[in-house]
């Protein structure tokens, strides 16, 4: 990630960034520094790049032109080949303040310019002419900008990943989920007559992660209760038979929140049971694209979630072909049900009647377009606390009819069989006698999750021609799209 700093003190931000992490960044190449000072910008021979302001008043003003040509030297469309103007922000407490959220969507750039003000500021015009994020980093002046931009740098390198020599560290501190970090201890085990909590000392991970759990959130109870009503329980409630669906939403999910609860909806009990939210809550529902509609089960998919104004996210995930009038349905069936979907998305995952359609999806650049994703869903949750939330426009029919596929044939090769039943219990939709191994054909969505289980091999598909047809006319790889 590089960073354009536009300064009249470069010293002040080149001293800050080349020390300690940032600096260790620097050396190795993941992050970059350029900063250009305002003042060779001058076009006075005392290098002058203030004036009197406008109208009277105390102190002096930056002149628009030096300011202008320092972000034409570094933000011109043909610099660096570039075809796109990197976004340039200039720190000013008239900006929005920092927060986390913004922090992580700044480090999705590749490119940042920032712009440090001085005297009284700068010439309104070229702040019009070139600013694109006005951001303040907290509710109080300094002399200069220069501090705040290496706040700002300090803060979004952490994101770029590469910059901590351990990602998850990133991750796991304050700030997540709207929680301060649980109290940290190192030896001595003895220190001022104060003991390091006994959980620490046993090594049962689960009863630590527990531990720094209640301890977070005591902790923002306590010091930060303020964010405190804005964290929220996300749950994502997926159906997958064969795996591509949920790995999908665990990519989503775990950007967005630390402590996800899942629940699947392949499992016939939960299903059976009624799931309530509250408008505190937060759902990610997640399914595959079955005939580009949701998969048609007895008792509807999602029917037995209840929300009270939730907020939600629906994910369709497709094996390349399409999505069609999956997304609406989603929507029409959690808002009939009390939820507000803010979001929407349809990944690509593999087509489980074809080793080419969705390969490897998601790949890299569609994890980038997922976390993008979160990103963007965590600023509409902020938004909507402040506003109330809005429901997101999705394409589709929200009641499409049934939709009569083609049964796939499969094979049963019962001298395999070891009869140990794993294909029953993972059947969706209880499609498998377990007396007979038999598959009833009426019950039976053709998901090929019993292909998929059966270690003995003893059950097989064959699907070849629906793949010839998939692959000759759906190849090409689809982009990831999300509303
Ligand atoms: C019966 C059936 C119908 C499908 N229809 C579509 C479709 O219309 N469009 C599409 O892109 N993928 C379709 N797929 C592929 C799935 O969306 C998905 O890629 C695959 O089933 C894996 O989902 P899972 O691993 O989460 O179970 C279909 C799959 C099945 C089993
Ligand atoms: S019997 Fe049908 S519905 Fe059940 S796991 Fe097998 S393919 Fe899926
Ligand atoms: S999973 Fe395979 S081996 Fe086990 S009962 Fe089913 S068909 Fe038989």
């Known amino acids: 990630m590089k960073f354009h700093v536009l300064t009249l003190f470069p010293e002040m931000v080149e001293n800050a960034v080349h020390t300690s992490i940032t600096g260790r960044a620097l050396k190795n190449g993941t992050l970059s520094l350029h900063t250009v000072n305002i003042r060779d910008f001058s076009d006075n ?39 796109k103007k990197p976004r340039c922000i200039y720190l000013t407490p008239q900006g929005i303040v920092l927060n986390q959220t913004m922090v992580e969507e700044f480090a999705m750039e590749e490119e940042l310019i920032l712009l440090c003000g001085h005297y009284e500021g700068i010439d309104e015009r070229v702040l019009e002419e070139v600013v694109t994020d006005y951001v303040s980093i907290g509710d109080y002046v300094l002399t200069g900008g220069e501090l705040a931009a290496c706040v700002f740098i300090d803060a979004v390198s952490r994101f770029v990943p590469g910059v901590l020599s351990n990602e998850e560290s990133s991750q796991f501190e304050s700030m997540q989920d709207h929680l301060l970090e649980y109290p940290h201890y190192t030896r001595p085990e003895a220190w001022h007559d104060r003991k390091v909590p006994e959980v620490l000392l046993q090594g049962d991970h689960r009863k630590i992660q527990a531990w720094r759990q209640e301890q977070s959130v005591e902790r923002t109870r306590q010091r930060r209760p303020d964010l405190l009503e804005k964290n929220r329980q996300a749950t994502a409630a997926f159906f997958s038979p064969t795996g591509g669906t949920r790995r999908a939403v665990e990519i989503f999910t775990e950007f967005l929140t630390q402590n996800p609860r899942y629940l699947d909806l392949g499992r016939r009990k939960l299903r059976k049971e009624k799931w309530k939210f509250s408008s505190g809550d937060f759902l990610v529902a997640a399914a595959p694209v079955y005939g580009g509609q949701l998969p048609d089960i007895q008792e509807p998919l999602f029917s037995n979630l209840h929300g009270e104004k939730t907020p939600c996210v629906i994910m369709a995930a497709y094996g390349n072909r399409h999505y069609d009038d999956t997304l609406a349905q989603m929507q029409y069936r959690l808002e009939e049900q009390g939820f507000i979907c803010i979001g929407a998305i349809a990944p690509v995952i593999p087509h489980i009647y074809s080793d080419i359609l969705g390969k490897g999806r998601p790949d890299e650049k569609d994890i980038r377009i997922i976390r993008k994703f979160a990103v963007e869903i965590k600023k509409r949750l902020e938004t909507g606390e402040q506003y109330g939330f809005t429901s997101v426009k999705v394409p589709g029919n929200p009641l499409p009819a049934p939709k009569q596929m083609k049964p796939v044939e499969k094979s049963f090769d019962r001298a395999r069989c070891t009869k140990c039943q794993v294909c029953v219990q993972r059947c969706p939709v209880n499609a498998i006698s377990q007396e007979t191994l038999q598959i009833r054909e009426d019950r039976c969505l053709n998901c090929m999750s019993c292909v998929k289980v059966c270690k003995a091999g003893a059950r097989g598909y064959d699907c070849s021609q629906v793949a010839d047809y998939l692959e000759k006319n759906y190849s090409v790889p689809k982009e990831i799209q999300f509303f």
Not at 48 to 74: C, H, L, N, T
């Open 45 to 83: 021979k005392h290098m002058r790049v203030d004036d009197y302001p406008y109208g009277g008043g105390a102190g002096m003003v930056m002149q628009p032109e030096p300011v202008f040509q320092a972000w034409k030297s570094v933000a011109c469309p043909d610099h660096a080949g570039r075809g």
